[in-house]
């Protein structure tokens, strides 16, 4: 605890800078909703390509995602257990 403390007072904190979060994933740096799900979207994970039309708002949620799960290879059928 005492090397941690020693550390620690070495540390010097520039001033007058914000300490704040950054979103990488688009340009205003900023986290939506939309910039999550557009990242979601392009994601091609073990061959399965997720679309937009994938997720159909005609359906229920839990439905979208069983079939997500169903297409990524996910269900924990007998196969996939093993």
Known sequence: ??????????????????DRWVWLLNSAKT???SSAYDYLISMDNNGAN??????LKVVPLNVNFF???????RIPTND???
Request: glycine share 0%; charged share 10%; hydrophobic share 55%.
């Open 67 to 73: 079939v997500w799960w169903l297409l990524l290879n």
């Open 1 to 18: 605890m005492v090397e941690l403390s020693s550390l620690v007072s070495n540390f010097v904190l520039k001033e007058n800078i914000v």
């Open 31 to 33: 986290y939506s909703v």
């Open 50 to 55: 997720c679309n937009n039309d994938a997720w």
């Open 80 to 82: 996939n257990l093993l």
